[in-house]
T-cell receptor, first 114, second 111 residues
Framework: DAMVIQNPRYQVTQFGKPVTLSCSQTLNHNVMYWYQQKSSQAPKLLFHYYDKDFNNEADTPDNFQSRRPNTSFCFLDIRSPGLGDAAMYLC?????????????FGPGTRLTVT | KNEVEQSPQNLTAQEGEFITINCSYSVGISALHWLQQHPGGGIVSLFMLSSGKKKHGRLIATINIQEKHSSLHITASHPRDSAVYICAVSYSGGGADGLTFGKGTHLIIQP
């Protein structure tokens, strides 16, 4: 089945140690997103790619970077994780249905920072 | 910045009850999304609305653009409907620019 895959599902990293989360999709969608969801909070958009065009939200910390080497893969790099970066990271994809974009979410990666 | 408000935040009901979750927003949108999130799990898109009403099985979603309000209804609720239901909106580009989420409604259906 076509889907959005995130690896790993659970990631533990040390304070300040760089970490990379990955997302892949078999849907061939041209838009990919990274959301951060902290405990008991709503997901918050970090950035998205429309094809190769990168769009960073104004309040996304500089500590967060992203790469999209091809249509299928997108990576979230956290250069120096802090305790406050512990969260569920959700990858999503979308494509146009008429004038609107329906989003498809991966299962998420839960990041713990020790 | 536009806010998305959901009510109630928590809802516990008995199996078979008719459930209503409300969502309101403050500025114009291109679409409103209803999403479902199970504990520890990913998010599933239930509906995407720009006007009117949509139905899928026991779920019904409505939107009133003039009043900036949407409702999600569950008929004949079942314990497997227990989840967090999230209202989210998209502004420009039909949603290509991502979603702004409400805080969610935690629904528990007791047998």
């Amino acid at each position: 089945d076509a889907m959005v895959i995130q690896n790993p599902r659970y990631q533990v990293t040390q304070f300040g140690k760089p970490v990379t989360l990955s997302c892949s999709q078999t849907l061939n969608h041209n838009v990919m997103y990274w959301y951060q969801q902290k405990s008991s909070q709503a997901p918050k958009l970090l950035f998205h790619y429309y094809d190769k065009d990168f769009n960073n939200e104004a309040d996304t910390p500089d500590n967060f970077q992203s790469r999209r080497p091809n249509t299928s893969f997108c990576f979230l790099d956290i250069r120096s994780p802090g305790l406050g970066d512990a969260a569920m990271y959700l990858c999503a994809t979308s494509r146009a249905r008429g004038l609107l974009y329906e989003q498809y979410f991966g299962p998420g990666t839960r990041l713990t920072v020790t | 910045k536009n806010e998305v408000e959901q009510s109630p935040q928590n809802l516990t009901a008995q199996e078979g009850e008719f459930i209503t979750i409300n969502c309101s927003y403050s500025v114009g949108i291109s679409a409103l999304h209803w999403l479902q999130q199970h504990p520890g799990g990913g998010i599933v898109s239930l509906f995407m609305l720009s006007s009117g009403k949509k139905k899928h099985g026991r779920l019904i979603a409505t939107i009133n653009i003039q009043e900036k309000h949407s409702s999600l209804h569950i008929t004949a609720s079942h314990p497997r409907d227990s989840a967090v239901y999230i209202c989210a909106v998209s502004y420009s580009g039909g949603g290509a620019d991502g979603l702004t989420f409400g805080k969610g409604t935690h629904l528990i259906i007791q047998p």
